[in-house]
């Protein structure tokens, strides 16, 4: 989910795939609280939002990122009922971790596009 109305640059709220993180980590990253947080998940994000911004113009760069725990609710409105992500809902019934996104200094859990933890 692509969040950055009137900020200085795109960050994005993304939910795990489970069964590709475990592909790929040899095990599934468990929630801590709101987010996911695996110290290698996490780099090999990094690593993967900076090959992003490499490859594209600045308009496409994506700075930030969270991995959330909790997928989207159809209680709170954030899937439509054809199937797909309301991204205004999302993002207002996410507002907390949206500024996590842009806060300064960058909270433990926000993914620094190519800062490896």
């Given at each position: ?27 599934v990253p468990q929630p801590d609280g709101d987010l996911v947080v695996h110290e ?78």
């Open positions: 989910m692509l969040a950055g109305e009137n900020r200085d640059y795109l960050s994005v709220l993304a939910w795990l795939n489970a069964a590709e993180a475990g592909k790929l980590l040899g095990e290698t998940l996490h780099a090999h994000l990094a690593r993967a939002l900076a090959a992003h911004n490499d490859a594209l113009g600045s308009a496409a760069r994506i700075e930030r990122l969270i991995v959330m725990a909790q997928p989207a609710s159809l209680d709170a409105g954030e899937i439509t009922d054809k199937g797909y992500v309301n991204q205004r809902k999302v993002l207002a019934h996410r507002t907390r971790l949206v500024e996590m996104l842009y806060a300064d200094p960058v909270p433990g859990g926000v993914i620094v596009a190519g800062k490896i933890p």
